[in-house]
C-alpha cells in the first residue's frame, strides 16, 4: 500500500446477518444506530463491560442483544467491529482470539481505534500477524460527549473513514467493511498505517494536546473566572474538544507517541519563531505567517473538495454549472471589467523578489491569480489581501525565497506554470508544479527545453506535460533564443530564469507578442532592452519595490466589445482598458471588420498604456485577418470568431496553431459550437473560415446546447452569441468562467443580456 490515499466509491448495501458492536460507547452506539437508520435487517449484538450501558443500547433500539462476556457474544458472528480504546485492544483481541472458532466461518473483523500502528501491534502479538480477514479502520468523527447515550445516526455522514488494510487482505472482508462505513453516509478511504498515523498525528492528535494544553493552563490562572467567563466564540469553539475523554486521549497520547512527538517539534519550532517575531516587533514575519495561515485554510479545503478556491472569496457557482442564454437582448452602458490576469500574476512574482513592500491596485481576483498568491505565500512571502482588488507583498529579494513544504499547485494556469518554470529554474531549492487535470494535459516543453540549454534540471511527465520537477542550485547561463513559435509565456519565462542567470539573456521572437513582463521588469527598476524582435537583460540584477495599477483586461473586455459591435442599437464604454501595443490585435481586427471603435481618455499607468474604449454597432464585414495580428489578439479570438459569424462576408484566420493547445483546442471547439448553431465554416489545421450572415433585421445563426469543454472562454463567446441567435443558447461546463472573469454574469446583465445560471451546487 502506498502512503498516498485511495478513494473507494464502497457499497451501501450490509448484508451481515449478525453483527457485533465490542465497546458501546458514542463511536459504537453511533454505529449501531446509523445502521439502524439505514434499515440494515441483520442482528447488531454489543458486548461492553458496563451492563448499564448494555441495557441503555437496548432501550434505545440500537442493538437487539448484549452482555459483558465477549464470548458469549461472538458465537455466530459474521462482522465484528472493535470500538474499544487503544490501550485496552490487546485484552480484547486476546479473548477474542479464544472465542472466534464459534464465530461465522467468514467472520470479518474491523476496529475504529485512531493509532493504526498501535493496533496493528496489537493483533501481530495476539495472532501472530495481521488475519486476513482483518481490516484496520478509523473514522474520523467524534464528540465531547460520550456514552451510548450520546449515540448520533447521523455521526458518520458525510465524514471519511480511513482503512488501513493489509497487503494481503482478503478482498471480500475489505468490500464488506467498506460496505459497513458507507451504510452511514461516510466517505471511505484508504490509506497506510504509517501515513495514517503521521497525519492523525497532526491534523487530530495535536490540536487535541494543544487544547488540553491551553485549558489547563488558563484554569489554573488567578482569573480564571474571568477569563472563561468573557471568552469569545474562537476560544470556545477551539477549546471544545478539551472536553472530550481524558482517558482515550491518554491512551491516544502514549499509543502515538513517536508521531504526535514529531508533530510537536514541529509545532513548537513555529511557535518559537513568532514568538521571535513578537518579541523583536516583526510585522512581516507575523503577517507571512498569519495570512498564509489564514488562506491555506480555504485553499486546501477547495483543493480536497474540487471546488473552486476563488468561490471561498466571492461566493462563485461551483460544481457543474450551466448558462441558458435567451436570445435577443441589447448591449449598453458603461462598465469596467476585472484587472489583466497577465499584469496580475507579474505583479505578484515581481513583487515577492523584490526589496521592499508593492502596492497592487486593480488585482484579478479570479482562480488562476489567486493560485499564484498561495504559491508564493507557501515559498515564504507575506502577501495581504486580496480586498477588493488591493494586494500588498511583503517582497523578500531575488534569494529570499524559501523551499516550499509540498508540490506548488498553479490550478488551470498555464501563464503562471511556464513563468514559474523559469523563476524556481534559478532558485537554491527543488521545487515541483502542477496544476489542475486541464493543465496536466498541456505541453510545457517549450520552456523545458530551452531551461534545460540554460543548465537547469527539469523532468518532466510523458510528452513533456506537467507535473514538472526544478532540481535546485542550478548554475544557469544566459542564452541568446529563437522561438520557434511566438509566445509572451516562454519569452517571460526565459527572461525570469534570465535573472538569475549568469551572463546575458536574449530571447527573439518570430513575431510580436505582449510585452508585459519587460515592461514590468523595467517599472520593478530592472533594465530589459529590446531593439527589433529581440530582448534582453543581465542577470544578477535586483528588483526595487513599486506601486502598481492593473489596468483591465483586454481579454475580458472583448466579450463586450463583441456584444458591441454585433448588436444594432448598442453602445457600451469599457473603462480603464490596457492598450498595450502588444495585446490590441482585438481592436485592429474589430476596426477592419468595420467596427465603430473608440479610443477616449488615453493615458499612461505604471509604464503601461491604458484608455476608456467605447464602441457603437456598425454593420461588420468578413476580412483576412492579417497574420501579424494573430499573436496579438490569440486568448480573443473565440469572441472574434462571433464577430465573424455577425459579419457580411467571410473572415478566414491562419496562422493561428497555437489556439490548438490552450484550455481546450479552442478552434475546433468552436467550431463544432458553430456548427450547431448553423453557421458556415471550414476548418484547417492552422486557422478557420467563418462565413457569416450579418443582416440587421433578422437572426444570424439559431440556438442550440454547446459543450463549452470547461473553458471559460468558449463559454463567454457562446453567452455573447445568444444577441443575434434565433433562439436560446445554453452552455454545459461554465464553472471556470470564474477563473478569469469572476464579475462576467453580473457585468452581462447589467448590459442587457439574459443569462440565467443553473445546476449551481454550493
Not at 646 to 674: C, F, H, P, W, Y
Request: hydrophobic content about 40%; charged content about 20%.
Amino acid at each position: 500500500m502506498t502512503p498516498g490515499v485511495q478513494g473507494s466509491s464502497g457499497v451501501s448495501r450490509v448484508d451481515e446477518p449478525r453483527l457485533l458492536i465490542v465497546g458501546l460507547g458514542l463511536i459504537g452506539g453511533s454505529l449501531a444506530a446509523a445502521l439502524r437508520g439505514a434499515g440494515f435487517q441483520g442482528r447488531i449484538v454489543g458486548c461492553d463491560p458496563n451492563p448499564d450501558e448494555i441495557a441503555l443500547g437496548m432501550q434505545l433500539g440500537l442493538i437487539d442483544d448484549g452482555g459483558t462476556e465477549l464470548g458469549d457474544q461472538v458465537v455466530d458472528a459474521s462482522l465484528i467491529v472493535l470500538a474499544v480504546p487503544v490501550l485496552a485492544m490487546e485484552t480484547v483481541m486476546r479473548t477474542l482470539v479464544e472465542a472466534l472458532p464459534s464465530a461465522a466461518a467468514n467472520v470479518v473483523i474491523t476496529d475504529v481505534g485512531s493509532t493504526k500502528a498501535t493496533i496493528r501491534a496489537c493483533a501481530e502479538r495476539v495472532f501472530g500477524r495481521v488475519p486476513t480477514n482483518m481490516v484496520l479502520g478509523h473514522p474520523i468523527a467524534g464528540s465531547e460527549k460520550s456514552g451510548v447515550s450520546a449515540a448520533n445516526p447521523d455521526l458518520y455522514r458525510h465524514h471519511k473513514v480511513i482503512l488501513t488494510p493489509e497487503p494481503d487482505v482478503e478482498p471480500e472482508a475489505l468490500r464488506r467493511v467498506q460496505a459497513l462505513w458507507g451504510a452511514c453516509g461516510a466517505e471511505v478511504l484508504e490509506m497506510s498505517v504509517e501515513h495514517h498515523d503521521q497525519v492523525l498525528a497532526r491534523t487530530s492528535h495535536l490540536p487535541h494536546l494543544l487544547a488540553f494544553s491551553l485549558v489547563d493552563t488558563l484554569a489554573r490562572q488567578d482569573d480564571r473566572l474571568d477569563i472563561f467567563r468573557y471568552a469569545a466564540g474562537g476560544f470556545r469553539d477551539f477549546t471544545r474538544i478539551a472536553g472530550s475523554d481524558p482517558v482515550m486521549w491518554r491512551d491516544i497520547f502514549i499509543a502515538n507517541r513517536e508521531a504526535v512527538l514529531t508533530s510537536l517539534d514541529d509545532f513548537e519550532a513555529g511557535l518559537a519563531r513568532l514568538r521571535k517575531a513578537v518579541e523583536h516587533g516583526d510585522s512581516d514575519a507575523l503577517i507571512a505567517t498569519f495570512d498564509r495561515a489564514s488562506h491555506a485554510r480555504h485553499y486546501f479545503d477547495t483543493l480536497l473538495n474540487k471546488t473552486t478556491y476563488q468561490a471561498e472569496y466571492h461566493m462563485q457557482p461551483q460544481g457543474k454549472v450551466t448558462y441558458r442564454v435567451h436570445p435577443g437582448g441589447q448591449a449598453q452602458g458603461r462598465i469596467r471589467v476585472p484587472g489583466d490576469k497577465s499584469m496580475s500574476h507579474r505583479s505578484i512574482m515581481l513583487g515577492a523578489l523584490a526589496e521592499g513592500v508593492t502596492d497592487v491596485k486593480g488585482f484579478l481576483e479570479g482562480e488562476d491569480s489567486l493560485a499564484t498568491l498561495q504559491a508564493f505565500r507557501e515559498m515564504g512571502v507575506a502577501i495581504e489581501g486580496p480586498h477588493q482588488g488591493r494586494v500588498t507583498i511583503h517582497g523578500v529579494g531575488m534569494q529570499g525565497l524559501k523551499a516550499p513544504s509540498g508540490p506548488l499547485y498553479v490550478g488551470n494556469s498555464g501563464t503562471a506554470m511556464r513563468l514559474f518554470a523559469g523563476l524556481l529554474a534559478g532558485q537554491a531549492f527543488d521545487s515541483e508544479l502542477t496544476g489542475d487535470e486541464s493543465l496536466n494535459k498541456r505541453p510545457m516543453a517549450r520552456v523545458a527545453d530551452p531551461l534545460r540549454l540554460m543548465g537547469a534540471t527539469i523532468d518532466t511527465a510523458e510528452g513533456g506535460r506537467p507535473p514538472l520537477n526544478i532540481k535546485g542550485g542550478a548554475a544557469l547561463k544566459g542564452i541568446d533564443y529563437d522561438m520557434p513559435m511566438a509566445s509572451a509565456q516562454v519569452k517571460s519565462c526565459l527572461l525570469l530564469a534570465g535573472l538569475y542567470a549568469e551572463g546575458e539573456t536574449r530571447v527573439r521572437e518570430p513575431a510580436p507578442t505582449r510585452d508585459h513582463t519587460e515592461r514590468m521588469l523595467n517599472g520593478f527598476g530592472y533594465t530589459v532592452s529590446r531593439k527589433g524582435d529581440t530582448c534582453w537583460l543581465q542577470g544578477g540584477g535586483a528588483l526595487t519595490a513599486g506601486p502598481i495599477d492593473v489596468p483591465s483586461d483586454i481579454s475580458s473586455a472583448t466579450f463586450f466589445l463583441v456584444a458591441a459591435a454585433i448588436t444594432p442599437g448598442s453602445d457600451i464604454t469599457l473603462e480603464h482598458v490596457g492598450i498595450n501595443p502588444t495585446r490590441i490585435g482585438v481592436i485592429n481586427i474589430l476596426k477592419l471588420m468595420g467596427a465603430d471603435l473608440a479610443l477616449e481618455n488615453q493615458r499612461e499607468v505604471g509604464g503601461e498604456p491604458v484608455a476608456d474604449i467605447r464602441i457603437r454597432y456598425a454593420p461588420l464585414s468578413g476580412i483576412d485577418i492579417p497574420v501579424d495580428q494573430v499573436p496579438l489578439a490569440i486568448d480573443e479570438f473565440p469572441a472574434l470568431f462571433i464577430a465573424a459569424a455577425n459579419a457580411r462576408g467571410t473572415t478566414r484566420l491562419r496562422g493561428a496553431d497555437e489556439l490548438r493547445v490552450k484550455e481546450s483546442d479552442r478552434i475546433q471547439a468552436m467550431a463544432d459550437g458553430l456548427a450547431i448553431l448553423g453557421v458556415e465554416h471550414t476548418v484547417v489545421s492552422d486557422g478557420i473560415d467563418i462565413v457569416g450572415h450579418g443582416d440587421e433585421q433578422t437572426p444570424s445563426y439559431g440556438g442550440g446546447r454547446i459543450d463549452s469543454l470547461g473553458d471559460h472562454r468558449i463559454a463567454m463567446a457562446f453567452a455573447i452569441a445568444a444577441l443575434r441567435a434565433g433562439d436560446e443558447i445554453v452552455i454545459d461546463d461554465c464553472a471556470n468562467v470564474a477563473t478569469s472573469f469572476p464579475d462576467f454574469i453580473d457585468l452581462a446583465t447589467r448590459v442587457g443580456m439574459s443569462l440565467a445560471v443553473e445546476g449551481v451546487h454550493d
